[in-house]
C-alpha cells in the first residue's frame, strides 16, 4: 500500500458531503496531550482498552466529549476549562471510554451511513488530518461539520447513555478516583434539557440526561468505592488546564492566578506563556529559563522554550531548544515537526527534512507538517517530491482538485514506478474518485 489508506479514505467520505456549516479545530500541543494521555491510562486500563486512544481537545467554547471512532476521545476546550479536578475529567473519560469498549460505535458508525446529509462521516479521520498552523496552542486542525449532520451522527440511545454511566464509573473507581465527580460533572449540565434547543448545550443533545438517569447513577455513586487514587493526577490536570487556559484566555488573566498554581512548575510555565502573548520576550524568557533549571529532563517544557524562541523571531536559538526536547521525546511527531519548522526558518532545510520525514512517519496525518516538509523539498529544488507532498497535503484538507493538480505535477516530475510516484498516482486516484462522487 503506497498512500496511507486514511488519506485516501478521508478524501472519500468528507469531500463527498455536504457543505460544512462551522469549523471545528482542534487544539495540538505536545504538553497538552502528554497530560491527558497521564490521566486516561487508568482508566483505560480498567476498561481493557489499549494505552494508545488519544484524547484531543477540539476548540469549542461549549461542553462536551465524544467518540467517533476506536483510537480517539475528543473533549472540547471549554469543558477542559470548566472542569474542577482530575476525578471530573477522569469520568468524562471514563463514560467515553464506555461507548467505545460496549460497541457503540459500530451502531453509530451505521446510522451516520445512512444519512445522505451528514458531513463529517470521516469526522475522526479528517479531525487527525486537517492539521493547520495555531499559534496559540501549537497546532489547530479544520473540518467542517453540518449541524443536522451532527444531531444524526452524535444520535445517542438513552439505553446507550445509561450502559456507559454504568460503565464508566465502575472504570472511574478501578481507576482510584472519587466517583462524586461523576455526579458533579452531570451537574455541570443539570436542567440543560428544559432549554430550548437553539440555547442549549450541545452535551445535553449528545447526552440525554433523563430524570431517570440522573436517579440512577446516584444510586450507582452511593454504592461504589474508589481503589487507591493516583497521586499524580491531580499534578497532570492542573499542568494540561494551566497551559490550556494561558494560551486561550487573556494575558491579564493568568498572570492574577498563575500565582495560586499547584506547583511552581506550572505557575512558571503559565507565566511565560501570558508574557510571550503580550509579546514580551524578556519576561518570558525569564520564565521558561526558571522552569527549565527545574525540570531540565522534560521535554515539552524545552518544547515549549523552542516555541517561544521561534515565535519571537530567534531562529537559531530555537534549534537549539528543539534539538534539546527531541532528544529527550525522541518518538514524539508534534515535537520533531516543530523542529523541524525551527530549521526551516534558521535556513536549514536539508536539516529539516529527515526530522521531518520521522514525524511524518509516526504521524502520518499531520497536514502542517506536510507544509512544511514540502517547503523543505522544494528549498532543496526536489520538486518532484515537494509536488507529491503538497498533493497529499491538500487530500487530507480536503481539497481534490487542488490535489489532483500537484498529483499530476508530482507524476511527471518523479520516476515512474517509484515509491513518491505511486504515492502521486493513490492522490490522483482518490481525488478523482472524490470528484466524481461530488458531481
Given at each position: 500500500?503506497?498512500?496511507?489508506?486514511?488519506?485516501?479514505?478521508?478524501?472519500?467520505?468528507?469531500?463527498?458531503?455536504?457543505?460544512?456549516?462551522?469549523?471545528?479545530?482542534?487544539?495540538?500541543?505536545?504538553?497538552?496531550?502528554?497530560?491527558?494521555?497521564?490521566?486516561?491510562?487508568?482508566?483505560?486500563?480498567?476498561?481493557?482498552?489499549?494505552?494508545?486512544?488519544?484524547?484531543?481537545?477540539?476548540?469549542?467554547?461549549?461542553?462536551?466529549?465524544?467518540?467517533?471512532?476506536?483510537?480517539?476521545?475528543?473533549?472540547?476546550?471549554?469543558?477542559?476549562?470548566?472542569?474542577?479536578?482530575?476525578?471530573?475529567?477522569?469520568?468524562?473519560?471514563?463514560?467515553?471510554?464506555?461507548?467505545?469498549?460496549?460497541?457503540?460505535?459500530?451502531?453509530?458508525?451505521?446510522?451516520?451511513?445512512?444519512?445522505?446529509?451528514?458531513?463529517?462521516?470521516?469526522?475522526?479521520?479528517?479531525?487527525?488530518?486537517?492539521?493547520?498552523?495555531?499559534?496559540?496552542?501549537?497546532?489547530?486542525?479544520?473540518?467542517?461539520?453540518?449541524?443536522?449532520?451532527?444531531?444524526?451522527?452524535?444520535?445517542?440511545?438513552?439505553?446507550?447513555?445509561?450502559?456507559?454511566?454504568?460503565?464508566?464509573?465502575?472504570?472511574?473507581?478501578?481507576?482510584?478516583?472519587?466517583?462524586?465527580?461523576?455526579?458533579?460533572?452531570?451537574?455541570?449540565?443539570?436542567?440543560?434539557?428544559?432549554?430550548?434547543?437553539?440555547?442549549?448545550?450541545?452535551?445535553?443533545?449528545?447526552?440525554?440526561?433523563?430524570?431517570?438517569?440522573?436517579?440512577?447513577?446516584?444510586?450507582?455513586?452511593?454504592?461504589?468505592?474508589?481503589?487507591?487514587?493516583?497521586?499524580?493526577?491531580?499534578?497532570?490536570?492542573?499542568?494540561?488546564?494551566?497551559?490550556?487556559?494561558?494560551?486561550?484566555?487573556?494575558?491579564?488573566?493568568?498572570?492574577?492566578?498563575?500565582?495560586?498554581?499547584?506547583?511552581?512548575?506550572?505557575?512558571?510555565?503559565?507565566?511565560?506563556?501570558?508574557?510571550?502573548?503580550?509579546?514580551?520576550?524578556?519576561?518570558?524568557?525569564?520564565?521558561?529559563?526558571?522552569?527549565?533549571?527545574?525540570?531540565?529532563?522534560?521535554?515539552?517544557?524545552?518544547?515549549?522554550?523552542?516555541?517561544?524562541?521561534?515565535?519571537?523571531?530567534?531562529?537559531?536559538?530555537?534549534?537549539a531548544a528543539c534539538k534539546t526536547a527531541s532528544q529527550l521525546a525522541p518518538d514524539n511527531a508534534l515535537i520533531l515537526g516543530q523542529l523541524g519548522r525551527a530549521l526551516l526558518v534558521a535556513k536549514q532545510p536539508k536539516s529539516a527534512i529527515p526530522i521531518l520525514e520521522k514525524a511524518q512517519r509516526l504521524d502520518d496525518t499531520n497536514a502542517a507538517l506536510l507544509r512544511d516538509l514540502a517547503q523543505a523539498y522544494a528549498q532543496t529544488k526536489q520538486t518532484g517530491m515537494a509536488s507529491v507532498v503538497t498533493a497529499e497535503r491538500y487530500a487530507l484538507i480536503g481539497r481534490p482538485r487542488d490535489a489532483l493538480i500537484h498529483a499530476k505535477r508530482a507524476e511527471g516530475l518523479l520516476p515512474r514506478g517509484s515509491a513518491?510516484?505511486?504515492?502521486?498516482?493513490?492522490?490522483?486516484?482518490?481525488?478523482?474518485?472524490?470528484?466524481?462522487?461530488?458531481?
Amino acid at each position: 500500500m503506497h498512500l496511507l489508506p486514511r488519506i485516501a479514505a478521508t478524501l472519500l467520505t468528507v469531500l463527498s458531503m455536504a457543505a460544512p456549516a462551522r469549523a471545528v479545530t482542534l487544539l495540538r500541543d505536545a504538553d497538552i496531550e502528554n497530560a491527558l494521555g497521564q490521566l486516561a491510562r487508568p482508566i483505560l486500563a480498567a476498561a481493557g482498552l489499549p494505552g494508545t486512544i488519544q484524547v484531543l481537545l477540539v476548540d469549542d467554547s461549549g461542553y462536551n466529549a465524544f467518540v467517533v471512532d476506536s483510537r480517539h476521545i475528543f473533549v472540547t476546550s471549554g469543558l477542559m476549562m470548566k472542569l474542577d479536578s482530575a476525578a471530573q475529567l477522569q469520568s468524562v473519560l471514563a463514560h467515553e471510554a464506555a461507548h467505545i469498549a460496549n460497541g457503540h460505535l459500530s451502531r453509530r458508525m451505521a446510522n451516520a451511513r445512512a444519512a445522505n446529509t451528514i458531513a463529517g462521516l470521516g469526522m475522526a479521520l479528517a479531525a487527525a488530518a486537517a492539521v493547520s498552523g495555531n499559534s496559540a496552542a501549537a497546532r489547530g486542525l479544520g473540518l467542517g461539520v453540518a449541524g443536522s449532520a451532527q444531531r444524526v451522527f452524535f444520535a445517542h440511545t438513552r439505553a446507550e447513555e445509561s450502559a456507559a454511566d454504568a460503565s464508566g464509573l465502575r472504570y472511574l473507581t478501578g481507576a482510584g478516583a472519587d466517583p462524586q465527580a461523576f455526579l458533579q460533572v452531570l451537574d455541570i449540565f443539570r436542567g440543560q434539557e428544559l432549554v430550548s434547543e437553539l440555547r442549549q448545550d450541545p452535551y445535553a443533545r449528545t447526552h440525554p440526561l433523563s430524570r431517570d438517569r440522573l436517579r440512577a447513577i446516584q444510586a450507582q455513586v452511593t454504592g461504589a468505592r474508589a481503589g487507591k487514587p493516583d497521586p499524580k493526577a491531580d499534578y497532570w490536570f492542573e499542568r494540561a488546564q494551566g497551559k490550556l487556559t494561558a494560551w486561550e484566555r487573556p494575558p491579564k488573566w493568568t498572570l492574577r492566578r498563575a500565582p495560586s498554581s499547584l506547583t511552581e512548575d506550572i505557575r512558571l510555565m503559565r507565566e511565560a506563556v501570558a508574557y510571550h502573548r503580550n509579546s514580551d520576550t524578556t519576561g518570558a524568557l525569564a520564565r521558561i529559563d526558571a522552569l527549565v533549571a527545574q525540570r531540565p529532563k522534560d521535554a515539552y517544557v524545552h518544547d515549549l522554550r523552542c516555541q517561544i524562541l521561534l515565535e519571537s523571531l530567534k531562529a537559531q536559538a530555537s534549534v537549539a531548544a528543539c534539538k534539546t526536547a527531541s532528544q529527550l521525546a525522541p518518538d514524539n511527531a508534534l515535537i520533531l515537526g516543530q523542529l523541524g519548522r525551527a530549521l526551516l526558518v534558521a535556513k536549514q532545510p536539508k536539516s529539516a527534512i529527515p526530522i521531518l520525514e520521522k514525524a511524518q512517519r509516526l504521524d502520518d496525518t499531520n497536514a502542517a507538517l506536510l507544509r512544511d516538509l514540502a517547503q523543505a523539498y522544494a528549498q532543496t529544488k526536489q520538486t518532484g517530491m515537494a509536488s507529491v507532498v503538497t498533493a497529499e497535503r491538500y487530500a487530507l484538507i480536503g481539497r481534490p482538485r487542488d490535489a489532483l493538480i500537484h498529483a499530476k505535477r508530482a507524476e511527471g516530475l518523479l520516476p515512474r514506478g517509484s515509491a513518491p510516484w505511486l504515492r502521486a498516482q493513490d492522490v490522483i486516484s482518490a481525488s478523482e474518485a472524490a470528484e466524481t462522487q461530488r458531481n
